[in-house]
């Protein structure tokens, strides 16, 4: 029986197999906090295809959104959504004070507009069209659908939050969706 304390899984909060390390199925090589492997988490969680959204909100100086693609559906009863805005986001506390969000679902055609959102450009909404939904947060024109909350909780996730918002009005566009696999942009083929 092995000496060693289980440690928790980075990805999970579970406690993992002590004799995991030792797998040699197993590549992951949880020594200890100081030898985590950035790169090959990265590696690994981009085989984790996704959607990719647009996060909008409005405050007094005008409309704000990041890319985002740590969106998921969360309960049905309350109807309620959950994302992952990072602590070095900006645009996420003006969100955060006005306590409302828009989840833009972005279309395969909207590559352009998933590239601008995930700058720091001041000016991200420069040429894109868009309308305020029931909490006044921004609808890009042309999404796959959009989901608008207000503000249900927010808590600590590491180096990111984990917002769960809950839903107040809801639709649907026409087309397919943008895909994000392995660091790039992909279509869905059924
Ligand atoms: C495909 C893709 C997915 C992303 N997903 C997230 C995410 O889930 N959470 C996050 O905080 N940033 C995510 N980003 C990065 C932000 O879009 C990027 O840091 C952006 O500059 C933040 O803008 P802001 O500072 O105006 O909030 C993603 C970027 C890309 C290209």
Redesign the pocket.
Known sequence: MSERPAEDDPTTGEALDPEAEDDPTSDVGLTGASSFDTAHFKEVLGHFT?G?TVITGADREGP????????MSLSLEPPLVA????L?????PRIQAVGAFCVNVLGEHQEAL??V????DPD?FRGVGWRRAATGSPVLDQVLAWIDCRIDTVHQAGD?LLVVGRVQELGVGEGEPLL?YRAG?GRFES
């Open positions: 996704s990719i704000v959104g990041f890319t985002c693609q740590s969106f994302f992952g805005p990072s070095t986001s900006s645009s996420w998933s590239r959102f995930a700058t720091k991200k990111h994000f942009y």
